[in-house]
């Protein structure tokens, strides 16, 4: 199993990225999935998770309102759309999967890096001011 994510890069304060995750080896289609991130310095942190039928979102008091999770079931794949970039969203952003199929949780379990059994090898954000 393969969790591959891409689209991160270099932009300005206020601008736009959407990062994608493709997943391999096993369908995602009904699992949740999610994207957290990494600062230097700084500890793991959790951005944005999506439920297994997609129909609840969860984000971070930092992101929301800027940032979109979707999924398409069909490709396998989640994105994560960020809009108007800040300084402090300079980080390494991983996506993850669960490994359970159908399963819904409390909600603060979907900001739990533990909940999350499979783990891409994280794209690089740089916002420059």
């Known amino acids: 199993v393969q969790l591959q994510a891409s689209g991160g890069g270099l932009v300005q304060a206020g601008g736009t990225l959407r990062l994608s995750c493709v997943a391999s080896?096993?369908?995602?289609?009904?699992?949740?999935m999610g994207w957290f991130r990494q600062a230097p310095g700084k500890a793991r942190e959790f951005v944005a998770a999506?439920?297994?039928?997609?129909?609840?979102?969860f984000y971070s008091d930092s992101v929301k309102g800027r940032f979109t999770i979707s999924r398409d079931s069909a490709k396998n794949t989640q994105y994560l759309q960020m809009n108007s970039l800040r300084l402090e969203g300079t980080a390494v952003y991983y996506c993850s999967a669960d490994s359970r199929r159908r399963t819904t949780y409390g909600e603060h379990e979907y900001r739990r890096g533990g909940l999350y059994d499979y783990w891409g090898q994280g794209t690089q954000v740089t916002v420059s001011s």
């Open positions: 999506i439920s297994w039928s997609g129909s609840m979102t």
């Open positions: 080896g096993r369908t995602f289609s009904d699992s949740v």
